[in-house]
């Protein structure tokens, strides 16, 4: 919890005089309606032992693990490795396990692979479901109400939003993510590519063209979120 | 159809299809509540106390005004508080103490 910025803010204080803890070190604004409601929630769940302090604070060091770094490196062996690639298609989330990544939930992950033929794109209609044991948590946007609703009635319009022209003799196909069920893309490899490594490879795959709203670019190396 | 049919057939999540504005690419840093929030939610779907269905069907269930209007994670904490209720873990009394301990707290270490 604690950046660096918190710190710096933390060292105009005199906190030299109190030796009781707090997890609430650098705060300079009273804390809002929302952060008191879930500060209470947490607390009184811990007093009552449903679980322990330490557990919501290994779930934050998990969630701060978990960015599009991850889906990358398996799009990029998936690229290289006909057999890994093979297995992430038929169950994305052993292949996942098997590549080192572990899901902290019950949820299944299911991998489209973009073609000449096929554009896959990923949704959560109803809410925010997302990939986020490989991809981290969702953009904004994934999660509100234009792209949920828009997605899958007008896709073609909503990828060009990003950019995206999606030639019409290709396949826009639409996925609504459930609590259960996960999708993530598997984009195409960039032309051009064939001498790249896969480190390189995997720095040409963006959050977004695991969402399936962009396609990788051998330019997108530099934007790397 | 008739003036209120639209609002029996969809539920406030269920806006799939509906015509919306243009995506905005928005996205921010969570804050620090925030990211405790989705902490505890996880957490909570760990030792099976609140899960994902019962989460968003939660956030349905504090209706289209609410929804429409408190952020992400302000949707997620009062719905958590809901469900809690409604399961018996928690009590609305106690939270309000609980709640007014926290704000005591801050008031007596940061001080006006």
């Known amino acids: 919890m604690e950046s660096p910025d918190h710190e710096h803010e933390q060292a105009g204080h005199d906190h030299g005089d109190h030796t009781h803890p707090h997890d609430e070190v650098g705060r300079q604004d009273k804390p809002g309606y929302y952060d008191v409601l879930e500060t209470a929630v947490r607390e009184l769940l811990i007093e009552k032992k449903y679980f322990g302090a330490d557990e919501i604070r290994r779930q934050i060091e998990v969630l701060d693990s978990r960015n599009p770094a991850l889906g990358a490196r398996v799009v990029a062996r998936a690229w290289v490795d006909a057999g890994f690639r093979a297995r992430l298609l038929a169950n994305g989330r052993a292949a996942c396990e098997e590549f080192g990544i572990s899901f902290y939930d019950d949820t299944q992950l299911i991998v489209m692979e973009n073609t000449q033929a096929v554009h896959n794109l990923i949704v959560c209609t109803l809410c925010s479901c997302y990939p986020r044991p490989v991809l981290g948590l969702p953009p904004d946007w994934y999660k509100a109400k234009p792209y949920r609703a828009r997605a899958v009635i007008e896709p073609r319009k909503v990828l060009a939003e990003f950019g995206t022209i999606i030639p019409d003799d290709v396949e826009v196909r639409v996925h609504d993510s459930t609590a259960m069920v996960r999708y993530m893309v598997l984009p195409r490899r960039p032309d051009g590519t064939e001498a790249y490594s896969e480190e390189e490879l995997a720095a040409l795959v963006t959050r977004d063209t695991m969402i399936g709203v962009v396609p990788a670019r051998i330019e997108n190396g530099s934007t790397v979120q | ?112």
């Open chain 2, 1 to 112: 159809m008739s003036q209120t049919e639209h609002l029996v057939k969809r539920l406030p999540n269920d806006i799939g299809g509906l015509p919306a504005d243009p995506i905005v690419q928005t996205d921010h840093l969570l804050e620090p509540w925030e990211k405790r929030c989705h902490a505890l939610a996880d957490v909570l779907d760990f030792h099976k106390i609140i899960n994902t269905e019962e989460k968003r069907c939660g956030v349905e269930a504090l209706g289209a005004e609410m929804v429409g209007k408190l952020t992400y994670y302000e949707r997620w904490i009062v719905a958590f508080s809901n469900i809690l209720f409604r399961k018996g873990i928690l009590t609305p009394t106690e939270l309000a103490r609980k709640m007014a301990e926290v704000e005591a707290r801050w008031d007596e270490h940061a001080g006006p």
